[in-house]
């Protein structure tokens, strides 16, 4: 592959405040203009002339985190012939040291001088209030009720493929595009554009878990280059065509959570709010799952189902987190095999097609980000599902997302149909089945 890379003159990173029309740094200024939303001026950016046939079919904004990934990606759209402008997001305030898709001081850098490298503009956008709302408050809002969130979902849902897309259209950008590994196919077998979203080729890089959410409007309007592609080969890649990022690793926590110790930051962030902790961050019993008393807990809000570590107990036989129960503060436990689930209910639904294939169907769920997806039979009813898994699954876990997949042959991958939030797991235990024969 022959990218030619145009070296740029390095300048400060500016950080643009485009969510409520302030005047941004370093002289730069907004007018209204497309959309109702602002355009740049004043700042020899090509896309915003007067060029509005080329602008329409060939602009694609490349959302950057200073990641091997989306800087691979931007320069392949520029080969490919697309006008490409880069844009890193700023989703931590200022006093806030993020790191991986934050939009931290050093990755904003290096974001700007790999868009320097590849020859494209490159701006830096601050949703740091957004964020705050959508995502974080989000998240502690989940542990405090005993739920495990997953902050990607709630973050590609809320900013990455809204807000960041209406700006990418008021720039007369026809398509975003990410470093996600997945992949979007046209299909026009019925007459009309289908667009249908499935899992990467590098099975081991699948993000496809995290994007369930997307609908045909934001499919049609997204661009995922390295789906095709195993991760080695963009590395490689990245290295030759001398990206300042290309030995970085890639990020593997949470982004905003310092050494991924979530019960310390949510409890740091409800000391700033209040210095009564609420009943989930405070002491509670531990019993197994025919109610008998084993220990004490520090708070619900620390701990997760599936988990062992932590427990503070000594046992002659190892213990996993089979429920946390917010309404009495009460952490359940249970050997292994108490801890699998037969079934699960799921919420907020959303389906790539905009409905479900069927009432009832048979089809594979992922319940978690590394999980191999499992056969099971679902049944849709209203804006939930209920899973009945074929074999029980281990930690089904309130707050994570039930992923529903089929396999395509003709792909050789498995396609997204769409998915929720789990909101109950059904314990080989329960009394009362989740799944009503009746239904």
């Known amino acids: 592959m022959n990218l030619s890379l145009r070296a740029k003159r390095s300048n400060p990173v500016s950080i643009i405040k485009i969510i409520d029309g302030t005047i941004p740094l370093h002289g730069l200024s907004f007018q209204k203009g497309l959309l109702g939303g602002f355009f740049l001026k004043n700042r020899l950016l090509r896309f915003a002339r007067n060029d509005s046939s080329r602008l329409n079919t060939s602009t694609v904004v ?29 989703l931590l305030p200022r006093k806030e040291e993020g790191f991986g898709c934050c939009g931290s001081p050093d990755d904003m850098g290096i974001a700007k001088r790999c868009a320097e490298k590849i020859g494209i503009p490159h701006y830096v956008l601050d949703y740091s209030a957004e964020f705050e709302r959508d995502v974080i408050q989000y998240f502690v809002d989940s542990y405090l009720k005993g739920e495990t969130p997953n902050p990607c979902l709630a973050c590609n849902r809320a900013i990455k493929f809204d807000r960041l897309k209406t700006f990418a259209r008021t720039l007369g950008a026809t398509h975003l595009a990410t470093g996600h590994y997945a992949r979007i196919i046209k299909d026009l ?5 289908t667009y249908r979203l499935f899992e990467a080729a590098d099975l081991k890089k699948d993000q496809s878990y995290v994007l369930f959410n997307l609908d045909q409007n934001n499919l049609s ?15 490689n890649l990245a290295k030759h065509l001398g990206l300042p990022n290309a030995d970085k690793k890639d990020s593997q926590e949470i982004c905003f959570v310092p050494d991924d110790d979530f019960g310390a930051y949510v409890l740091n962030r409800i000391k700033n709010q209040s210095n009564d902790p609420p009943p989930t961050m405070r002491p509670g019993p531990i019993k197994d799952t025919g109610g008998r008393v084993l220990g004490n807990h520090k708070g619900i809000a620390y701990y997760t189902v599936g988990q062992r570590k932590g427990l503070g107990m000594s046992l002659k036989e190892r213990y996993y987190i089979t429920r946390l129960d917010a309404a009495t503060n009460t952490l359940v436990v249970g050997p292994a095999g108490e801890d699998t689930s037969s079934g699960l209910e799921a919420e907020d639904i959303h389906w790539v097609a905009g409905a479900p294939p069927a009432r009832e169907f048979e ?22 599902i209920f899973v009945r898994f074929a074999t029980p699954q281990r930690a089904v876990t309130p707050g994570q997302a039930a992923v529903i997949y089929r396999w395509d042959e003709s792909m050789k991958a498995r396609e997204v149909l769409g998915g929720g939030k789990i909101s109950n797991a059904q314990m080989l235990n329960d009394q009362a089945p989740i799944f009503n024969e009746n239904i």
């Open 189 to 193: 077998e019925k007459g009309t554009a």
């Open 363 to 384: 089809a594979l769920v992922k319940i978690r980000y590394k999980h191999e997806p499992a056969p099971a039979h679902i049944r849709v009813e209203n804006n939930k």
């Open 221 to 235: 309007s997204t661009l995922f280059p390295l789906g095709p592609t195993p991760k080695k080969d963009i590395r």
């Open 62 to 90: 490349v959302a950057m985190s200073g990641g091997v990934d989306s800087s691979v990606t931007a320069a392949l759209l520029k080969e490919e012939g697309y006008d490409v402008i880069g844009v890193t997001m700023k």
